[in-house]
């Protein structure tokens, strides 16, 4: 049974209002002309309940959880205040994260912009309860987790967490290469699976059973270790002998790289783990006239590609080039990396994709930070889920996802 709690109520500016249209098959006549139609874009699970659209019940997903909500939008008393309500567990997990909720909202400018910060709060509590969460197992859990790590060898241990519930295995390969493997039981281990992470390129495949020691698993982690010694190889080489903008730091599970190669061109090459000297997807990035080029060459050359070579030595035949190598001391001065607006090259691990197409700009952007630089401009025309202006530096027409 859902219990309500108390309406919590944050006091707030006043809400804008837009008119638009309520999907019927969403919400079955209700006319709506205060309807923020942000709401039902980023919260399709909640839905206004009443026709001036001031109340809304549903339910909001935070992570991979699910939580039941109702929210009043003002009301003839406080025209400038949010009531949110909740289920039980909401409640409680507000309650015992000692967060100041009230602080935060205060800075939002509409209904939409108060339910994301909610959400975004709520992700920082949720991630904290599970990275702090209790383990408590039965004493015999405690020694068949003890007897498992001295059969794969104590030597062979890399981290061991102080409440137990999480190990790390390391496995040194014949290229002196460091592997992990990370291991969280639950409390009711044996009998339920542990939970796995590798740095392998692929997912770490076992079958498990009650009776079955962890040594097990780590033999097969092992074994698929030796098995992707080529595709290590190949990746290496392709972190020496070219010029890798992303990622910035490979990790041994990177199955791509993206390459420059003058001109604010960029390839990504996507290497198959299992096969690493087939023909890799191939994705050029930059101005329309090189990048056409690099493609024809693609076409012409393909037959050529020999898997008997390393990916640098096919991609330079292919492209009929020598590829810009990482050796110099800065990148290639035809290489422009940093986003024309934020002015840095990764943006929460994205990095600048979408190009000016004037060829004497070719300034690079985040998709994220055009987006929200056009979304500023009272110029920009807006069609379905796109924006279309111009560049920021040579007013090129440009275009971009919202």
Known sequence: MVIQPQCRCYRHHHIPCLKMAAPRDMMDGVECDR???????????????????????????????????????GDVHNPDTYCLSGDWDLQQIIISSGKNFDELFSKCKSASHFLMEFCNLMEIVLQSRKKHRTFDPAPEVFSRIMADLEQCGWENLEHLSTSGDEIHLKHIDQKKRKHLLKIRFSEAFPVEEPMVESDLPVPLEFYWNSDQALKAV?????????????????????????????????????????????NNVSVAVVVQPRAPRMFPRLEFCGPHRPVSTHEESVDENKSKWNCSELITTNLASLLGMELPSKLCAEPPEDVDCACGICYSYLLEGHIPDKLCQNSRCNKPFHQSCLAEWMRSLPTVRQNFNMFFGECPYCSEPMSCKM
């Open 218 to 262: 780590y033999d097969k982690f092992k074994e698929e270790v030796e098995n992707f010694q080529d595709f290590w190889a190949v990746m290496d080489d392709l972190d020496s002998n070219s010029w890798v903008l992303d990622p910035t730091s490979p990790r041994h599970c990177d199955c791509y790289r993206r390459v420059a190669l003058g």
């Open 35 to 73: 309807l923020d139609s942000e709401i039902l874009k980023r919260f399709p699970l909640l839905l206004p309940i009443n026709e001036s659209c001031t109340e809304y019940k549903g339910f909001l997903k935070i992570l991979d959880e699910v939580f039941f909500v109702h929210l009043s939008v």
